[in-house]
């Protein structure tokens, strides 16, 4: 596997390993665009990060921030995602883990807040074949055109969250705040007037493999985490079918090789933001 180029993908932060689930004095290997690295933790509980084939370039940077291990191999002009929930007391963190999937990480953050697949694919919880229509919702690109926002977002759903006892329409804020990185803003089913977040780290292996950390921030003190979790992993594994089968594994951003729909309009977006970025990594910008 070679390290990539794109400097663009380089100067990225990406979060690489949970905190808790390497032990003091401990270490694991994992790859990064391309990139293989080692992750150290001292006896001190300090993390520090190697390029695992003998390279004597500088160490990539490192951070921990939201309880993962965050490392970039560029030199990234901004900070990592500030995410000020992790600060405010009131809600629940529940770690969903990590997983991997066989396709680009572009792929899987659009999957992510494609609104038009609930009905099909989540039947049952997020959607049903009798509300498959995405009600209208508005496109934004904030902070410089830095991050992306699909906000205004609804749909009805039989079974919103662990916590959820029937149906409800459920209204919904996605953030893009990296091509890597994805938070939704969700009703909280147990506070009214507050939002529960899920958010995906996505770790890109190479260009067509990556691995999704995932966590949660709920108002659900009732639910024990298993059980949570047991509802979460179900819907990323219909979602991680859904992105075996889909091809090319990199995600198109030539307008005439997918054909939108209305209900499309967060994805378009997403790739056209994308396309301007510059990034390659990741990407299928063939026209056929």
């Not at 380089?10 to 270490?27: C, H, M, N, Q, R």
């Not at 697949?117 to 009600?135: C, Q, R």
């Not at 729909?261 to 990407?283: E, M, V």
Request: proline fraction near 5%; charged fraction near 20%.
């Amino acid at each position: 596997m070679t390290r990539t180029n794109d400097q663009v993908a380089l100067d990225e932060w990406y979060a690489v390993a949970f905190t808790a689930e390497i032990p003091k004095g401990s270490s694991e290997t994992t790859t990064l665009l391309g990139q293989n690295l080692t992750i150290h933790r001292g006896w001190d509980g300090a993390f520090q990060c190697a390029l695992s084939d003998g390279a004597s370039e500088t160490p990539p940077l490192l951070k921990e921030r939201y309880g993962f291990v965050w490392v970039s191999l560029g030199r990234p002009s901004h900070d990592i995602v500030a995410i000020a929930e992790f600060e405010q007391s009131g809600r629940r963190f529940i770690h969903r883990g990590r997983i991997g999937v066989p396709s680009s990480g572009q792929r899987v953050i659009e999957n992510f807040f494609d609104l038009s697949h609930f009905s099909f694919v989540h039947t049952g919880t997020l959607g049903g074949y009798d509300s498959a229509e995405v009600p209208k919702y508005s496109v934004e690109y904030r902070e410089n055109d830095r991050e992306l926002w699909a906000v205004g977002c609804s749909f009805v759903q039989p079974k919103a969250s662990a916590a959820a006892g029937g149906a409800s329409t459920i209204y919904y804020d996605y953030r893009i705040p990296s091509p890597f990185i994805s938070i939704i803003y969700k009703d909280s089913l147990v506070k009214v007037g507050k939002k529960d977040l899920i958010g995906l780290f996505v770790q890109p292996h190479d260009e067509e493999s990556c691995t999704v950390h995932s966590f949660a921030l709920v108002h659900d003190e009732q639910n024990s985490p298993a059980h949570i979790l047991h509802f979460y992993h179900e819907i990323f594994a219909q979602d991680r079918s859904i992105l075996l089968h889909q091809r090319p594994k990199r995600l198109p951003v030539h307008p005439r090789r997918e054909i939108p729909t209305i209900s499309d309009a967060s994805s378009i977006a997403y790739r056209r933001w994308l396309d301007r970025s510059g990034l390659q990594f990741g990407l299928d910008r063939t026209s056929n």
